[in-house]
Structures are given as structure tokens and as C-alpha cells.
């Protein structure tokens, strides 16, 4: 069956450092992959989605960064984190092709406090 | 632009009452819409998807295309109904309205 994993579950970061959380999936191949922030009264924001390796597509302009080294690995990164950046990002994945297409499988997501 | 839009942040309904989560959308082509659900302390996960035409957990949403809404309806709330919902959109990518908690009170 399949899987999917983000770390690390919870992360405190100083204003001005990097930043990398990281979502693996198992147990199916070409997935599409998306990174999303959950914040109070602003619902679920799409951050970034990845159709394929090397493939990313970024919603909305940020010092947030995404890449996908490997077909079931997907990677958020900051060089340097801002106060705003705080937030509980998720980590999620779907099926290409019409059999549960389009269905998001979500992680347990990573929350993030930025001080 | 796509988008989707959930009026209320906040519903409370009486437990046994029932229950309609609103969910309007924008998108010039044929939409294909969702509904997920996040319990506490659980992930996010999806509830129903209009294609399907399913009732889940009593939970049903019709698509209605002339009034561009995919509203979410239950006959008779129960506390275990208690979540936040998100209505969600599909076209080349998967966007989210901004949620509505719903309350079940006793």
C-alpha cells in the first residue's frame, strides 16, 4: 500500500536560517506531488505541485523554494526563513491516469515556527 | 482565475439537525470538485468527489453547475461530525477553499 512520510514533524527556527522539510511517498511510482500551507482562516494554500523529476511549479511568489531529486521524493527549502514563513505545511501526493486520479493523499504535515 | 470560495468559517448546528457546509467555485471549464475532511488530530483526508455520486458517512454534495456550488449536506448531524472541511477544485493543479469548521453541539 502506499505511504507517504514528512520530516520533521515539528521544526523552531531562528529568522534568517535555512530551511528544508522533506516528503517521500512509497508504494507507487510517478506521482504527482504538491506542497501546501495550512494556516488559520486562510484555509489550505498550494505552494508548489510536481508533475515529474525536475518538474516544479510554484502558485505563489515567495522566498520558498521546491525540488524533486528523485520521483517520490519532494523538498521545501528556505535560505533564509521569515517570521511569516511560520505555518503547518503538508506534504501530499496523487495518482497520474484516470484510476484515482486527482486524489490527494496527505502527510502528517511539519509544523514550523519561525522566531 | 479558479477559485473557490467557502463563506463561513464557523458552523454550528445542533446535533441531530441538519447540516449544509456551502462551497462556491469559479473555473471556465467542467469542473471537477471535492470535499476533504480533517478530524482532530488526524491528516487531512478526502470525504467525497462529485464524480463518484457517493454518500459518505451520510455526507452527500451535488454539483450545480448553474449555480457554480457544490454545497455539502448531511440530513442529521452527528458529534463525531465535528472537523474542518475543505472544498476543493481540480484543474491542473488541486486548490482549496478556506475551510469551515463545523461544530456539532449536544
Known amino acids: 500500500s502506499q505511504t507517504i512520510h514528512q520530516w520533521p514533524a515539528t521544526l523552531v527556527q531562528p529568522v534568517g536560517s535555512p530551511l528544508s522539510l522533506e516528503c517521500t511517498v512509497e508504494g507507487t511510482s510517478n506521482p504527482n506531488l504538491y506542497w501546501y500551507r495550512q494556516a488559520a482562516g486562510r484555509g489550505l494554500q498550494l505552494l508548489f505541485y510536481s508533475v515529474g523529476i525536475g518538474q516544479i511549479s510554484s502558485e505563489v511568489p515567495q522566498n520558498l523554494s521546491a525540488s524533486r531529486p528523485q520521483d517520490r521524493q519532494f523538498i521545501l527549502s528556505s535560505k533564509k526563513l521569515l517570521l511569516s514563513d511560520s505555518g503547518f505545511y503538508l506534504c501530499?501526493?496523487?495518482?497520474?491516469?484516470?484510476?484515482?486520479?486527482?486524489?490527494?493523499?496527505f502527510g502528517a504535515g511539519s509544523r514550523l515556527t519561525v522566531l | 482565475a479558479q477559485r473557490v470560495t467557502q463563506p463561513e468559517k464557523l458552523l454550528s448546528v445542533f446535533k441531530g439537525a441538519p447540516v449544509e457546509l456551502k462551497c462556491n467555485y469559479s473555473y471556465s471549464g467542467s469542473p471537477e470538485l471535492f470535499w476533504y475532511v480533517q478530524y482532530s488530530r488526524q491528516r487531512l483526508q478526502l470525504l467525497l468527489r462529485?464524480?463518484s455520486r457517493e454518500s459518505i458517512k451520510g455526507f452527500t454534495a451535488d454539483l450545480n453547475k448553474g449555480e457554480t456550488s457544490f454545497h455539502l449536506k448531511k440530513p442529521f448531524a452527528q458529534e463525531e461530525d465535528s472537523a474542518m472541511y475543505y472544498c476543493a477544485l481540480r484543474d491542473d493543479k488541486i486548490i482549496f477553499g478556506k475551510g469551515t469548521r463545523l461544530h456539532i453541539l449536544p
Open positions: 462529485h464524480i
Open positions: 501530499a501526493w496523487s495518482l497520474t491516469g484516470f484510476s484515482g486520479a486527482n486524489v490527494l493523499t
